[in-house]
C-alpha cells in the first residue's frame, strides 16, 4: 500500500471509530443480510464481539505500515477463525460487509479512492488470516 493509501485508511477508520457500537452494529446487520448462514457462526452476545472487532480493526489499521509486527498475531486470529468455522470464502463476504459499513456510516466522505485503499488493506489482511488457516488445515491433513 502506498502511504496515500494508508493514510485514507487511517483517516475513515478513524471517523467510523467516533461511532464504534453503531459501527459494528451496521457491519453485523450487513454481514447477515449479505449471508444470513454465518449468524450461526457468532455466538454470545453480538455487543461485545463488535467491540472486539473494532479493537482488532484498529491494531491492523494503525500497523499497516508495519504489518510484518502485527502478522503474527493475524495469523493466530486468522487460526481462530478457521476452528470456529470461518472458511477463506467467508472472507469476501466479511470484505464486501466492511466496505458497505463504511459506505453508509461514512457517506460522501468515503471516496473512491479511500474504498480502494480499504480493499487493498482487507485484501491483504485477509490474506495473511486465510493462509494461516489454511497451513493449518494442510499440516493437519498431512499428520
Known amino acids: 500500500m502506498t502511504p496515500k493509501?494508508?493514510?485514507?485508511?487511517?483517516?475513515?477508520?478513524?471517523?467510523?471509530?467516533?461511532?464504534?457500537?453503531?459501527a459494528a452494529a451496521l457491519f453485523h446487520r450487513r454481514l447477515f443480510e449479505l449471508d444470513p448462514s454465518l449468524r450461526g457462526l457468532f455466538k454470545g452476545d453480538l455487543a461485545a464481539q463488535g467491540a472486539r472487532l473494532m479493537a482488532a480493526l484498529g491494531s491492523a489499521v494503525r500497523a499497516l505500515d508495519q504489518l510484518d509486527g502485527v502478522a503474527p498475531a493475524l495469523r493466530s486470529?486468522?487460526?481462530?477463525?478457521?476452528?470456529?468455522?470461518?472458511?477463506?470464502e467467508h472472507y469476501a463476504v466479511v470484505g464486501e460487509a466492511l466496505i458497505g459499513t463504511l459506505q453508509q456510516a461514512l457517506g460522501?466522505?468515503?471516496?473512491?479512492?479511500?474504498?480502494?485503499a480499504w480493499i487493498d488493506a482487507y485484501a491483504h489482511l485477509a490474506w495473511i488470516m486465510i493462509a494461516a488457516a489454511?497451513?493449518?488445515?494442510?499440516?493437519?491433513?498431512?499428520a
Do not use: K, S
Open 5 to 22: 493509501q494508508i493514510q485514507l485508511v487511517r483517516d475513515t477508520f478513524a471517523a467510523l471509530a467516533a461511532m464504534p457500537d453503531q
Open 77 to 88: 486470529l486468522g487460526r481462530r477463525h478457521a476452528a470456529y468455522g470461518v472458511c477463506p
Open 108 to 116: 460522501e466522505a468515503f471516496t473512491i479512492e479511500a474504498r480502494r
Open 134 to 142: 489454511e497451513e493449518d488445515e494442510g499440516l493437519a491433513q498431512a
